[in-house]
C-alpha cells in the first residue's frame, strides 16, 4: 500500500523560507516521477515544481523560478521543496503526488497517482 506524507507547513512572513518535506512509502523511489502541487481556496490544484525518477530532470512554475527548489533524499524516500523569498500568493495547501508518468515540460495533477493529504504554507504580508 503506498502512502505519502507530507510536512513542513506553516505560517510565515512575506519573504521568508519555509521546507517541505514529503515521504513516500510502499513504492520504489526512483522508480517514479515526484511532484509537489497546491491549491489555493477557489482555485484549481496547480503543478509548483516536479522532478523525473532519474532525479536529472526538473519542472518548475514560471510563478516559482529561482525561488522553489525542488529535491530528494532517494535512500530516505524522501522529496523536498526548498521554498525561499515567499510571497501572500504562495499561500496555498500544498501536496504532494507520485506518477509513473513523465511528460517533460509538465507537472500536471491528472497525471500522478498517489497523493498525500496536504500541508498548509500561509505567507502573511
Known amino acids: 500500500q503506498v502512502q505519502v506524507v507530507e510536512s513542513g507547513g506553516g505560517l510565515v512572513q512575506a519573504g521568508g523560507s519555509l521546507r517541505l518535506s514529503c515521504t513516500a512509502s510502499g513504492l520504489t523511489f526512483d522508480d517514479y516521477a515526484m511532484g509537489w502541487f497546491r491549491q489555493a481556496p477557489g482555485k484549481e490544484r496547480e503543478g509548483v515544481s516536479c522532478i523525473h525518477w532519474s532525479g536529472v530532470s526538473t519542472y518548475y512554475a514560471d510563478s516559482v523560478k529561482g525561488r522553489f527548489t525542488i529535491s530528494r533524499d532517494v535512500a530516505k524516500n524522501t522529496l523536498y521543496l526548498q521554498m525561499n523569498s515567499l510571497k501572500p500568493e504562495d499561500t496555498a495547501m500544498y501536496y504532494c503526488?507520485?506518477?509513473?508518468?513523465?511528460?517533460?515540460?509538465?507537472?500536471?495533477?491528472?497525471?500522478?497517482?498517489?497523493w498525500g493529504q496536504g500541508t498548509q504554507v500561509t505567507v502573511s504580508s
Open positions: 503526488a507520485a506518477s509513473t508518468l513523465w511528460r517533460r515540460g509538465w507537472c500536471l495533477p491528472g497525471d500522478y497517482n498517489y
